[in-house]
Nanobody, 126 residues
Framework: QVQLVESGGGLVQAGGSLRLSCAAS????????MGWFRQAPGKEREFVAA????????DYSDSVKGRFTISRDNAKNTVYLQMNSLKAEDTAVYYC???????????????????WGQGTQVTVSS
């Protein structure tokens, strides 16, 4: 089991930046593939980014590639999402998630992740 708590959301103007953090507790954090997803009102939850256990391999959705960066600090049991050049369409609740222990491939599928945080709201004003 792993417990996830996101922080760092807020209100920002278009073109601005935010950094989200996701603190993990429970079993060894470094054994989990981690991901960020988001859900806007009336829309399905969608993939944003994923990172492997060591942090050496990442994947991004086309909509955020080049603007967002996922990273992790295994010593601090934390995964981050640096968001730059924010747009109004980035407005959503952002969730971090962990794949089941033993699943080591990156995935953009929401159903590939077993553990979820409570989410943090990001609002981008235009």
């Amino acid at each position: 089991q792993v417990q996830l708590v996101e922080s760092g959301g807020g209100l920002v103007q278009a073109g601005g930046s935010l950094r989200l953090s996701c603190a993990a507790s429970g079993r060894t954090f470094s054994t989990y593939v981690m991901g960020w997803f988001r859900q806007a009102p009336g829309k399905e939850r969608e993939f944003v980014a994923a990172i492997n256990r060591s942090g050496g391999n990442t994947d991004y959705s086309d909509s955020v590639k080049g603007r967002f960066t996922i990273s992790r600090d295994n010593a601090k049991n934390t995964v981050y999402l640096q968001m730059n050049s924010l747009k109004a369409e980035d407005t959503a609740v952002y969730y971090c998630a962990a794949r089941p222990f033993g699943r080591y491939l990156l995935s953009a599928d929401v159903y590939a992740y077993d553990y979820w945080g409570q989410g943090t709201q990001v609002t981008v004003s235009s």
